[in-house]
Protein backbone atom coordinates (compact mmCIF):
# COMPACT_ATOMS: atom_id res chain seq x y z
CA UNK A 1 0.00 0.00 0.00
CA UNK A 2 1.11 3.23 -0.84
CA UNK A 3 -0.91 6.63 -0.23
CA UNK A 4 -1.00 10.09 -1.42
CA UNK A 5 -2.21 13.29 -0.09
CA UNK A 6 -3.44 16.42 -2.00
CA UNK A 7 -2.55 19.31 0.26
CA UNK A 8 -3.92 21.51 -2.21
CA UNK A 9 -7.63 20.26 -1.52
CA UNK A 10 -7.18 19.38 2.19
CA UNK A 11 -9.57 21.30 4.18
CA UNK A 12 -8.00 20.58 7.36
CA UNK A 13 -10.99 18.65 8.55
CA UNK A 14 -8.71 16.41 10.72
CA UNK A 15 -11.10 12.75 10.37
CA UNK A 16 -7.95 11.45 8.81
CA UNK A 17 -5.82 12.15 11.83
CA UNK A 18 -8.85 10.69 14.36
CA UNK A 19 -8.48 7.26 12.02
CA UNK A 20 -5.39 6.55 11.49
CA UNK A 21 -3.35 8.90 13.67
CA UNK A 22 0.08 6.24 13.37
CA UNK A 23 -0.09 7.48 9.81
CA UNK A 24 -1.74 11.27 9.35
CA UNK A 25 -1.10 14.21 10.87
CA UNK A 26 -1.72 17.64 10.31
CA UNK A 27 0.85 21.25 10.17
CA UNK A 28 0.35 23.51 13.42
CA UNK A 29 -0.33 26.49 11.37
CA UNK A 30 -3.28 25.49 9.16
CA UNK A 31 -4.47 22.10 9.72
CA UNK A 32 -3.33 20.76 6.47
CA UNK A 33 -2.64 17.05 6.28
CA UNK A 34 0.73 15.56 6.47
CA UNK A 35 1.72 12.19 6.26
CA UNK A 36 3.68 10.46 8.65
CA UNK A 37 4.47 7.47 6.26
CA UNK A 38 3.97 7.25 2.69
CA UNK A 39 3.86 3.05 3.12
CA UNK A 40 1.92 2.58 5.99
CA UNK A 41 2.36 -0.68 8.23
CA UNK A 42 -0.17 -3.60 6.96
CA UNK A 43 -1.93 -3.75 10.23
CA UNK A 44 -3.38 -0.19 9.80
CA UNK A 45 -4.37 -0.52 6.25
CA UNK A 46 -8.00 -0.71 7.09
CA UNK A 47 -7.76 2.57 9.26
CA UNK A 48 -5.49 4.06 6.20
CA UNK A 49 -8.43 2.95 3.63
CA UNK A 50 -11.41 4.26 6.24
CA UNK A 51 -9.78 7.59 6.22
CA UNK A 52 -9.46 7.72 2.52
CA UNK A 53 -12.95 7.21 2.28
CA UNK A 54 -14.38 9.50 4.95
CA UNK A 55 -12.25 12.40 3.60
CA UNK A 56 -14.61 15.47 2.93
CA UNK A 57 -12.29 16.52 0.30
CA UNK A 58 -11.34 13.36 -1.03
CA UNK A 59 -7.57 14.40 -0.57
CA UNK A 60 -6.10 10.94 0.22
CA UNK A 61 -5.24 8.17 -2.66
CA UNK A 62 -4.50 4.74 -1.69
CA UNK A 63 -2.72 2.70 -4.19
CA UNK A 64 -2.18 -1.16 -3.90
Known amino acids: MRLSVD ?3 CIGSGQCVITAPE ?3 QRDEDGIVTLLTDRPDPGDA ?3 RHAAAI ?3 AAISVAD
Open 7 to 9: QDS
Open 55 to 57: CPA
Open 23 to 25: VFD
Open 46 to 48: ADV
